[in-house]
């Protein structure tokens, strides 16, 4: 266990219905990063927050994708009007603010769009 | 082109046997993660490197800063062992710190 939860662990959809997965950093981690992983490939970048500002958007984040952080804790991540190119493993991660640069994944969000 | 590239992609090796992992980067970078990542499972930090070397158990890492180049290996290799590797490099941007990650070798140790 990392210390970073995410949640739901899987999620099997209905092409065009909406998603949203949480991601609970570790309590002093300033940095919040959201990365897709598809299968054979590693991490890409999607966003990043410090805070709650939202600092860098991806160009792989399309409009149908949003993400927030509130209160600069948990961050969500929604999916609107899913397709199925969306199938994927959705990594949280999180980095102390001005920092070792050490990263702490989550377990991921495992998306199927059927 | 990736900024990060990992060889090889695919590695089947004997218990016992030594490992080498390689991983060579294209950009500036201020730090170097080895990262594990089991099947089904969330991806651990192995290490941190800026320079020189580290060794965490039978997990050994290099990086040559001025070739841009890092090693990963793994002595006695056991088949706890097997899971995708990745390297990713840490670099900064103006917005922060950004992470690049490599496509990962996929180690099976064969008992």
């Known amino acids: 266990d990392t210390g970073v939860s995410q949640d739901p662990r899987h999620k099997i959809t209905k092409r065009g219905q909406n998603v949203t997965f949480r991601c609970d950093p570790i309590?002093?981690?300033?940095?919040l990063y959201w990365y897709r992983q598809t299968l054979g490939q590693g991490p890409e970048f999607l966003t990043y927050f410090q805070n709650e500002a939202q600092l860098e958007k991806s160009r792989l984040l399309s409009d149908r994708f949003s993400a927030e952080r509130p209160k600069g804790s948990f961050s969500t991540l929604e999916i609107q009007r899913t397709e199925q190119g969306d199938s994927a493993m959705y990594l949280c991660a999180s980095v102390r603010y001005a920092n070792t640069g050490e990263l702490f994944f989550g377990e991921g969000s495992r998306l199927t769009v059927l | 082109k990736n900024e990060v590239e990992q060889s090889p992609q695919n590695l089947t090796a004997q218990e016992g046997e030594f490992i080498t992992i390689n991983c060579s980067y294209s950009?500036?970078?201020?730090?170097l993660h080895w990262l594990q990542q089991h099947p089904g499972g969330g991806i651990v930090s192995l290490f941190m490197?800026?320079?020189g070397k580290k060794k965490h158990g039978r997990l050994i890492a290099t990086i040559n800063i001025q070739e841009k180049h890092s090693s990963l290996h793994i002595t006695a290799s056991h088949p706890r062992d097997s899971a995708v590797y990745i390297c990713a490099v840490r670099k900064w941007m103006n917005t922060g710190n950004q992470f690049y990650f490599g496509t990962g070798t996929s180690l099976t140790v064969i008992p």
């Open positions: 490197l800026s320079s």
């Open positions: 309590s002093e981690h300033n940095r």
């Open positions: 950009v500036g970078i201020s730090a």
